[in-house]
């Protein structure tokens, strides 16, 4: 596969539901409920995404060299990881949707579904 390029984040974030992208501080982030849930390299830097995923996702993938703790919102629970392979775009594509889910919240369901 070749290497995903931002169009391809871009494309792959606003594919889920509600999806807004914004610039907050010349950053780009993807929103969801006016919540950001993916802060993504700017088109003139190396591509990464920063995501706040689970604790337990954090801490296995937190060994692996290409992740990082990201200034600021690390300490809420946000790890960074740099896309530089397949391995790499993978972990983002489920760190993203993770985030998507966590940001978002419950979904309400339907009355009367069960």
């Given at each position: 596969m ?5 169009g391809?984040l ?14 907050p501080?010349?950053d780009t982030?993807f929103?969801v409920?006016k ?10 830097r190396?591509?990464s995404?920063t ?7 954090r ?5 692996h060299?290409?992740t990082?703790?990201?200034s ?7 790890l960074g ?10 972990m983002?594509?489920?760190g ?8 978002r919240?419950?979904?309400?369901s ?5």
């Amino acid at each position: 596969m070749a290497m995903p390029s931002h169009g391809d984040l871009y494309r792959f974030c606003t594919g889920f539901p509600n999806v807004i992208l914004d610039h907050p501080w010349g950053d780009t982030v993807f929103k969801v409920k006016k919540k950001i849930f993916v802060f993504a390299s700017n088109p003139d830097r190396p591509l990464s995404v920063t995501v706040k995923i689970p604790t337990d996702l954090r801490e296995l993938w937190l060994p692996h060299p290409q992740t990082f703790i990201p200034s600021y919102v690390g300490r809420f629970g946000w790890l960074g990881i740099h896309i530089v392979d397949d391995e790499t775009w993978m972990m983002a594509q489920v760190g993203i949707h993770a985030s998507y889910d966590l940001v978002r919240g419950p979904s309400k369901s339907l009355k009367g579904s069960t």
